[in-house]
């Protein structure tokens, strides 16, 4: 176990029993928030059913942060790579996926970002969105 404090906020890392995980418990100003980075698409699934499990009652009107990164393009060729890390955060929950070490798009992943009546929210949303 791991711990990390500034004024205010502590990082805990949390034992975990794959070596394909890591899980954190960050407390922010008295606010807990569990994070998850994986690379392990079975986990990502899992976390995605979690989610919504535990926000049926809302989920009509989920709201969920985004975040989507990509390798950066050195080449000068203006080559578009697919996302590698998508963020997701739901209330005081947040998974990291490490979506380059996918071999092809996670059907729960599609599922997910096609849901209609979920609202996603973000810096530069719309080009998290084209990434995707």
């Keep these: 176990m791991t711990t990390s404090t500034a004024m205010g906020t502590s990082i805990v890392q949390l034992e975990c029993p794959s070596r394909s995980n890591l899980i954190y418990d960050m407390n922010f100003y008295g606010n807990h928030i569990q994070t ?3 690379r392990a698409p079975h986990i990502f699934n899992s976390c995605i059913v979690d ?12 709201v969920v942060g985004l975040d989507v990164e990509v390798l950066a393009d050195f080449s000068g060729y203006k080559i578009e790579y697919p996302a590698t890390t998508i963020q997701i955060c739901v209330s005081r ?5 490490h979506n380059y ?30 990434k995707l």
């Design 93 to 97: 929950n947040c998974l990291i996926f």
């Design 51 to 62: 989610i919504e499990k535990v926000h049926r009652w809302r989920l009509k009107r989920l």
């Design 36 to 38: 998850i980075i994986t």
């Design 101 to 130: 070490h996918a071999r092809r798009v996670l059907r729960s992943l599609f599922q997910f970002f096609s849901n209609p009546n979920y609202t996603f929210t973000g810096v530069a949303i719309s080009d998290d969105a084209k």
